[in-house]
């Protein structure tokens, strides 16, 4: 993948620097659907016309606002609660699908998405549909705060507890899962810990177990000795042993990588010293997610080539975002099949490293089978675009009403897709079909274009 | 002269009329005397009717599908004024509907039509089908007609060309490529369009997708010859059982058979176990039977009765679970407990089914029932499962569904009905203790698991009402255990009085069923193979007791907000409301099947 500009990776104050005290900051349609697909799924075409109207710093501030609504939780409660009220979390996974879709907070949804893909946790071993919906409410109210409380609660959480089987963890026999896990996958990485490190941490973990599918203190099989590990040694618990992991050098710089891979760019070469300035964001504002995500989004490197265009859509953003961009739905239990064959079942990551994203994503079956579903989604008896068909849809969009066919893809491709449309395969997209009298095709073929699977 | 632009097309007849089709030979000599028998009697009613017209005198020899409404401006009044379809459209989302900008379209194309017609169109249907209505279908070009009769030819000719005219304006305003052709054949007026047959002949009226079909229908209107639907053996057999219901239908199933691509359907086998035990006799008719009809009657009710032929020698030997020795089977008495929602009662012998298994299925199905067996036989703490589980059952067997009770505050959150399976067991004091002991396995496996999985287990306790012993598992549930949970649905209850066995999905259930059971006195059994009943009433129920949960299953299923959602659960409920029960007999005479289905609508 050329990355282009790959200067700022070697200027790391001038990569980080906000984009609008940049020379020459540019926030057209291209940057501001650039924006809402990495925090949001993807933008309609008003939302991208009104980002651009507003400006960069007014939309960031609305899509930062997006935090505090919580209208989608009265519409989805009840439903989440009587779809996990047995083992099977399929139907769970298709609710949160749907949520993503419907929701006014895509950029929380976003963003629980990304700390689902880091404190990976599978339903499959969990069994416990209930369980994993609280560790999704989890990640969801702890998405943008700060990173310790989030990190605390998630080890002391029912369906990671049975994941990384703490629940066996005891004084007379530790559990050494979660204490690895927690300081390579989760806050540190490999290489910045001992395996002493990891069987002491795992002794201040003892006797955090379940009851009646509740966190529970058993201080029978907790160990009360004394632990050493990276450096200081006490009598710790679980949540001693989390503060004193994330007072690691390592521990900012880590977080920071997985956010940067995840709004930024997969396959760049993440330096330490390209890093560094958002870690020391997190170290300064004691881990909080909030800022280090807004400097992120608002950075001069997010809308450079390094960034753009510079992800390969996961299975859930490509459908989430292709069913937003037409304010469509459609059914979303099948829909979840579907994207199991993809290879992104949500809450059914494939290990506890979650998944790998990137290029990892695309096989010579996987790009078919993507083709595949928008065309499948497109047809599909249940899929309504605003409640209407694809026709309407495309009748009701001011940008598209009464324009040639050249100029429909031409402005379609600017909105969605993340790359420029060259123009030979514009030219042969008009040629297929009118979009206007036969929009199913026009979209079936754009949403097939490799340029579509791109972030 | 008509109004249709004439113009003359090959005036060659198509007749000498194909020759009467060769019927495939397998109709036993005893149809083939029955035919003869009956051709002689019907001569007189069939003169009769060739006076009434059917077009059954008209359409080919070659038809295998006939269908009659005799009376469609008489059925449109009733369903017009029937009281479901008024309180349907009493109900908001209909009265949604009509002010909808479709239904606005609809109206106004309703209209133009009308204008052309010069007359309401539900006039323009009743008045020109007085005589009737008519559909079949032809084996020969794989044609279906549409035919109706009038009493009124004048008024025929001016509907219709005001119709055709109609058809053209409307594909020319929506630039579709209908093309319209006007034709002439014979006596006929006709028009092609597309790739359809309209065409008029005097008080007839027909529609095609084939025209040879059609022509042929014309051909037999204007030379009255023989070789016609109505002198077909098999459609002469079927005549017999002729009523004066709104529809009546019959279906050449011998024809059906040769043409069919659906091996499976017509081998007399399937290889769906489940499907074996609830129609495996059917497969035999849709193997053997010469013909089925059907009458259909809709007045408050539905009524529905399916007919065929049928001969014992037909019976696959392995069908014996189904039918019973010498079809004698009868279906054991419904049991109706307080708040049922559904029964269905067969005479099944389950333990010969599964015997018989090698005979009914192909060898990849045997190998996964034998699995099955084996994995069910550790279940029954070594119990041969076929021989020794299902074979310790009499043959009859009922399911009975009905509202869940629930205690307590154990309340689930998706409400599930109780449901139990009725049957008798051939050796009560050799087999109680067995099947107590093995049903006590099964809920040890189940606590296993349960266990593992962090779920409450199931407390197991035995009691003694009225003579009954039953046995119990319910969920032991302490405090602070989750709520709302699908397991609180079920305390899974195994009940024995005398020979009688009650397998239920609670307590509750099993205890009244036991009750019931005990006021009957010898083995009292229904005159039907298999009878089911389904209550409108307790079906609302159930519908609104999970209304939150068909909520989160439309939206979903469909996309929908919950709003949008849960506007569509009330109509489903309001659907619902205006059906008051459906009840279906399935009987095997020594010389017929007869299946009768009614569905009554709420006043």
């Known amino acids: ?455 | 002269m008509s109004q249709y632009f004439r113009f003359k097309e090959n005036s060659t007849p198509s007749h000498p009329l194909r020759p009467s089709r060769p019927r495939a030979g397998k109709t036993l000599l005893k149809f083939v005397a029955l035919g003869i028998i009956t051709t002689l009697l019907a001569q007189p009613a069939l003169a009769q009717q060739n006076q009434q017209s059917d077009a059954a005198d008209y359409f080919p020899d070659s038809t295998a599908i006939y269908v009659h409404v005799r009376k469609p401006g008489e059925l449109v009044d009733r369903i017009e004024n029937h009281s479901a379809v008024k309180r349907a459209m009493e109900l908001p989302q209909a009265q949604e509907f009509f002010e909808s900008p479709q239904f606005a379209m609809a109206q106004i194309a309703q209209k133009l039509l009308e204008g052309q017609l010069e007359e309401p169109i539900l006039e323009t249907i009743k008045e020109n089908t007085a005589k009737g209505m008519w559909i079949g279908f032809d084996t020969e070009t794989n044609g279906v007609m549409l035919v109706f009769r009038a009493d009124d030819e004048d008024r025929l000719k001016r509907v219709a060309g005001q119709l055709l005219k109609f058809i053209g304006t409307a594909a020319q305003q929506q630039g579709n490529n209908v093309e319209i052709k006007k034709r002439e054949y014979r006596d006929a007026v006709a028009a092609k369009v597309g790739d359809a047959l309209i065409a008029r002949y005097k008080d007839w009226f027909l529609v095609s997708n084939k025209p040879d079909f059609a022509k042929s229908f014309v051909d037999n209107l204007i030379d009255k010859t023989d070789d016609t639907l109505a002198n077909q053996t098999w459609f002469q057999e079927q005549l017999t059982n002729r009523t004066n219901a709104d529809v009546w239908a019959t279906i050449d199933l011998e024809t059906a058979r040769s043409l069919s691509k659906n091996e499976e359907l017509f081998s007399g086998k399937t290889n769906n176990p489940g499907a074996e035990l609830i129609l495996g006799g059917i497969f035999d008719l849709l193997k053997n039977s010469p013909s089925v009809t059907a009458e259909l009657n809709l007045k408050q009710d539905i009524e529905l009765t399916v007919r065929a032929p049928f001969d014992q020698d037909w019976m696959n030997e392995s069908r014996e679970y189904f039918y019973g020795d010498k079809i004698s089977g009868r279906a054991p008495l419904s049991l109706l407990p307080k708040n049922t929602i559904a029964n269905l009662t067969s005479y099944r012998d389950v333990g010969l089914w599964w015997l018989s298994k090698e005979e009914l299925y192909a060898e990849n199905v045997i190998a996964q029932l034998a699995q099955t067996d084996s994995q069910l036989s550790t279940i029954f703490s070594g119990m041969d499962f076929g021989q020794d589980v299902l074979g310790s059952l009499q043959p009859g067997v009922q399911i009975v569904v009905t509202e869940n009770a629930y205690q307590g505050e154990n309340v689930p959150d998706v409400k599930v009905p109780a449901f139990a399976l009725v049957g008798k067991l051939k050796d009560p004091d050799k087999l109680q203790r067995k099947l107590k002991i093995a049903f006590q396995s099964v809920i040890g496996f189940a606590n296993i698991n349960l266990g593992m999985n962090g779920q409450p287990q199931l407390d197991v306790e035995t009691e003694k009402i009225d003579g009954t012993k039953l046995t119990t598992a319910s969920y032991f549930i302490e405090e602070g255990t989750e709520e709302g949970l699908l397991l609180f649905n079920f305390a899974p209850t195994i009940a024995f009085a005398g020979e009688d066995l009650v397998i239920s999905s609670n307590r509750e259930l099993a205890v009244e069923l036991a009750t019931l059971l005990k006021q009957q006195s010898g083995n009292p059994t229904e005159a039907a193979n298999t009878k089911m009943m389904l209550d409108g009433k307790m079906l609302h129920q159930i519908l609104q007791d999970n209304i939150e949960s068909l909520i989160a299953q439309n939206m979903l299923e469909e996309g929908n907000d919950r709003d949008a959602a849960s506007a569509e659960i009330q109509l489903l409920l309001s659907i619902v409301k205006l059906f008051r029960d459906a009840k279906a007999e399935y009987k095997v005479e020594p010389e017929q099947m007869k299946l009768d289905v009614q569905i009554r609508i709420n006043e």
């Not at chain 1, 806050?187 to 955090?208: H, Q, V």
């Not at chain 1, 992120?296 to 390094?306: E, G």
């Open chain 1, 1 to 455: 993948m050329n990355h282009g500009n790959l200067d700022l990776l070697n200027q790391p104050d001038l990569a980080w620097k906000p984009y609008l005290e940049t020379k020459q900051p540019d926030f057209g349609i291209r940057q501001a659907a650039h924006l809402f697909r990495r925090a949001a799924f993807g933008g309609t075409i008003d939302e991208i016309d009104n980002a651009v109207a507003k400006g960069l710093e007014s939309t960031i501030n609305d899509l930062f606002a997006q935090i505090e609504d919580d209208s989608i939780d009265k519409e989805m409660e009840t439903a989440a609660r009587l779809v996990s009220g047995s083992a099977d979390a399929r139907q769970l996974a298709a609710w949160w699908l749907l949520r993503m879709v419907r929701t006014n907070s895509p950029f929380v949804e976003k963003v629980t998405l990304f700390w689902h893909g880091h404190f990976a946790t599978g339903a499959e071993k969990v069994n416990n549909a209930r369980a994993m919906f609280r560790q999704n409410q989890l990640l969801r109210k702890h998405a943008f705060g700060k990173f310790e409380p989030l990190v605390k609660d998630i080890s002391s959480d029912v369906a990671m507890l049975v994941y990384l089987d703490s629940e066996e963890n005891r004084r007379t026999r530790p559990n050494e899962n979660y204490a690895r896990e927690l300081m390579e996958l989760f806050c540190l990485g490999p290489g910045n810990y001992s395996e002493e490190d990891i069987k002491e941490i795992a002794r201040c973990f003892t006797g955090w177990t379940i009851r009646k599918n509740q966190f529970r203190f058993n201080e029978h099989h907790h160990d009360k000795n004394t632990k050493a590990f990276l450096g200081v040694s006490g009598n710790y618990d679980g949540n001693d042993a989390v503060s004193i992991v994330l007072k690691q050098p390592a521990a900012p710089r880590f977080i920071a990588k997985k956010l940067i891979r995840y709004f930024v760019a997969d396959e760049i070469e993440l330096t330490d010293r390209f890093v560094q300035p958002v870690a020391d964001r997190l170290r300064e504002t004691d881990f909080d997610i909030r800022d280090t995500i807004r400097m992120i989004l608002t950075s001069h490197v997010f809308y450079s080539p390094v960034a753009m265009g510079h992800k390969i859509k996961s299975p859930v953003e490509l459908t989430v975002g292709f069913l937003r961009f037409f304010e469509a739905t459609t059914n979303v239990t099948l829909l979840t099949n579907r994207i199991a064959d993809l290879g992104q079942l949500p809450l059914y990551p494939p290990n506890v490293k979650g998944w790998n994203g990137g290029k990892t994503w695309i096989n010579a079956s996987t790009i078919l089978g993507r083709a595949n579903l928008t065309a499948d989604i497109l047809r599909h008896n249940k899929t309504k675009f605003a409640d209407g068909s694809l026709k309407q849809w495309f009748n009701s969009q001011a940008r598209l009403r009464g324009q040639s066919s050249e100029a429909i893809v031409e402005t379609m491709a600017s909105y969605l897709l993340a790359t420029k449309l060259s123009e030979s395969t514009a030219e042969s997209i008009v040629g297929l079909a009118n979009p206007a009298d036969q929009p199913l095709e026009s979209v079936s073929a754009m949403a097939a274009l490799p340029e579509f699977q791109l972030n």
